[in-house]
């Protein structure tokens, strides 16, 4: 069953810029005298983009959105695809959110999802491949995916396959349920597309982030704030693999605007290259990828030398395939070297399936303020100490 992967439940505490714990964390004044983004688009495939927003006037490209699949892209239903766009590309006017990345702009796509209950609109929402191929044909760089399902399905994998080619650089949220069970969770497992989990300021794991060897990189995903919900009056304390996917976006679009004549490859190798960590190279972590995401020190290496344009810095993943990490502390934990494939024949997207499930994986999760997180680090953006392996 497709769903957000996004915020778990929002903390009743009032939230707001103040909240942006990450944006000092991250040095984000620094690289800002280096790059805002500026000259790069984002599509965000998610619940919609509300463009009035504050934060977000000025920074929607809803013209942009081709009409065939731009159904109700920039009506959100539920708030979540404007926070995304906020943590991106917002402004901050207002008192709104400031994205990482505050001079790109958002392309907004809006697909179905388990947290949008009315059936009507399901039906007429884009499919998740038709949507991929629409960006793959346009002028945006990056591919913001805050959603996933347990199920691989062929069109999808086709459609990802046909963005890469045509240079775009993906990315999507691993999950919010291994306290539950581990699963494998697409579209992130799909090869060329960067698996995001969710860290805290310490340089720690969420509890609640899946784990397994399609995590290729972490991102600030505790305590960030975000809309409450789809009447966008108040912004609460989340925590989730959405918005760090969402961050890890932006810090894509930091880089390859102050290198735009860089590929996709280039950017993402950039940003393992220099992602934070104190285990070697070439053997990531399960649970944190290649580390933690450091656009910094790309940035701030005037002489950074990146690898030829067309090395794929997920080829090992993509050539040994994905699976869950059988040391998963989790009840119902599988070793299954593959999810299941959808064999109903039918084209639908990611986000598409209306099949009925228990798991809290869905937009707003019961877990608690103080969610317990699993060690794997200290000194967050900075320097790695430690290391929890499986």
Known sequence: MAVLSGALAPNAVAAGQSDQWYLSAMKADEMWKVSTGKGVKVAVVDTGVNPDTPSLKGQVLSGEVPKGVGYKATEDYDGHGTTMAELIAGTGAGGGLKGLAPGAKIVPYRIDTTAQKDISEKKRAPALPDVLRAIADSDAKIISMSFGEEILREEDLEAVKYAQSKGKL????TGNDAQKKSFIGYPAAYPYVVGVAASDRDGTVGKFSEHGN??????PGLSIPGWCDEKLKAYCLNQGTSPATAIASASAALVWSAHPDWTANQVLASLIDTAGRDWARDDPSTYLGYGLIRPR????DSGYKPVAADTDPLATENAEGVEEDPSAASP?????????????????????????????????????????VLVVGGGAFAVIRSRRRT
């Open 332 to 372: 119902s934990a599988s070793t299954s070297s593959q999810a299941p494939k959808d064999t109903s024949g039918g084209a639908t997207s990611a986000a598409g399936s209306s099949s009925e499930s228990s798991d809290d994986t869905t937009m707003w999760v019961t877990l608690g303020a103080a969610a317990a």
């Open 297 to 300: 020190k790309v940035l701030e």
């Open 214 to 219: 399609y995590v290729d990189l972490a991102s």
């Open 170 to 173: 993906m990315f999507a949220a």
